[in-house]
């Protein structure tokens, strides 16, 4: 998202000579064109997934389009058993790690920040949580054992598609 | 929070932020955006109370505080604000009036190792190749992935592809799961050898000119690896 407003703020004219793609575009791309083969038998799940404010509320304020839709069309193409968190999409709770926070020192506030998210994660029974985004990798894997979650899977999105690939 | 108890009138100046477009003085005060934020209360921090110091014109009060830096920006108070002020983008702006050595933790240092090295660990050039290959020929040792190498600055590759700095750092074995993939969908790819940082640190100090640099390194590697196609850096 840092890029992308970058470009557009200061190097509009790329638009025109190069094209753009989102992870998640490349990966639905080459699922629909059968360039990859998955197996939805490995994860029994349940799995839940997680909305980086990046990707989804502030990509759709920012460029007019939240990807929600998107990495749920592709967890659906990798485990038959997956459950939303409550709430979601534009009303999802930010993980905690953005914005700096993971880098800037304030540790005990970032962590205690993550309580109320940890009980979204708790509520789905899940035992994976799929996440596309860096930051919210990093935060969870950092957050999860305050809250007695050691056990708590977290996997990027691409390593969920990545691990189901049929090779 | 460096407040201190009392504020006296004649320190206010509605005037200080007025050049500001975050429509920061049209708060009505109505408190949703601190019961949304689920940061409210952290160090007596609440998103309604920084933007009336805006409002109000407390620029000292507000960038000594640890509030803007608390904030992670996720814009849950500007998803429910009913005067659609642009509290995230404000609070990202009060951080860039932070003098640069007063940033806490490593943001601004990252950043200013990116600015001088390309990367935020200024790791050296041939270190990162050095890793990069390494993690290939563990891939390639992997059946179905026979032959596997990583196409470093390929000209005229489909798609270009920029590096978070932690996958070469502690977080190697996540390079695997992106390549796996190209491999597997036969795709023309490619890395740059430098300037590769994924990362952009200035959008989080709020360094507008620094973000203008380490984006405008993506659109050289896009000219002169003459690729097709940038996949935005997560």
Not at chain 1, 103 to 123: C, H, L, P, T, W
Not at chain 1, 133 to 150: D, L
Not at chain 2, 173 to 183: N, T, Y
Request: net charge negative.
């Amino acid at each position: 998202m840092a890029t992308r407003s970058g470009l557009e703020k200061h190097y509009p004219e790329v638009f025109e000579k190069f094209e753009f793609v989102t992870v998640f575009d490349l990966l639905i791309k080459y699922i629909k064109e059968g360039r990859i083969k998955l197996d939805k038998t490995r994860f029994k799940g349940p799995v839940t997934y997680h909305d980086p404010c990046n990707y989804g509320r502030k990509a759709q304020k920012m460029f007019g389009h939240g990807y929600f839709d998107e990495p749920r069309w592709i967890l659906s193409q990798c485990v038959e058993n997956w459950i939303d968190l409550y709430p979601s999409k534009m009303n999802q709770i930010c993980c905690g790690g953005g914005g700096g926070t993971l880098v800037n020192s304030y540790n005990e506030e970032r962590i205690y920040y993550g309580r109320r998210k940890m009980d979204q994660i708790k509520a789905t029974g899940a035992g994976m949580l799929v996440v596309p985004c860096h930051s919210c990798h990093g935060q969870f894997n950092s957050i999860k054992k305050t809250y007695g979650r050691e056990d708590l899977e977290v996997k990027y999105l691409w390593e969920l598609v990545a691990d189901c690939m049929i090779v | 929070m460096a407040a201190r108890d009392i504020i006296h009138m004649n320190e206010l100046d509605h005037t200080r932020f007025k050049s500001w477009g975050f429509s920061q003085d049209f708060c009505v005060t109505c408190g949703l955006c601190s019961s949304s934020c689920p940061a409210t209360g952290i160090d007596g921090f609440d998103p309604r109370k920084l933007i009336r110091m805006l409002s109000l014109g407390l620029e000292n009060e507000v960038v000594a505080s640890r509030w803007p830096w608390i904030c992670t920006l996720c814009a849950k108070c500007e998803n429910v604000c009913p005067m659609e002020i642009d509290i995230a983008d404000a609070v990202r702006r009060v951080r860039s009036l932070r003098d640069r050595d007063k940033v806490p933790g490593i943001i601004h240092k990252g950043l200013e190792a990116a600015l001088e090295t390309g990367n935020n660990l200024r790791l050296p050039k041939d270190d990162y190749v050095f890793i990069l290959e390494d993690v290939a020929e563990e891939i390639a040792e992997e059946p179905g992935y026979e032959g596997f190498t990583v196409p470093i600055d390929k000209k005229g590759a489909n798609i270009l592809t920029t590096i978070h700095n932690k996958l070469v750092n502690t977080h190697t074995e996540d390079l695997k799961h992106w390549w796996r993939i190209f491999h597997a969908a036969k795709e023309d790819w490619t890395v740059p050898s430098e300037n590769w940082e994924g990362t952009n640190w200035a959008y989080f100090t709020g360094d507008d000119e620094a973000m203008k640099i380490m984006t405008g390194r993506i659109v050289d590697h896009m000219h002169k690896l003459e690729v097709k196609t940038l996949m935005w850096p997560e």
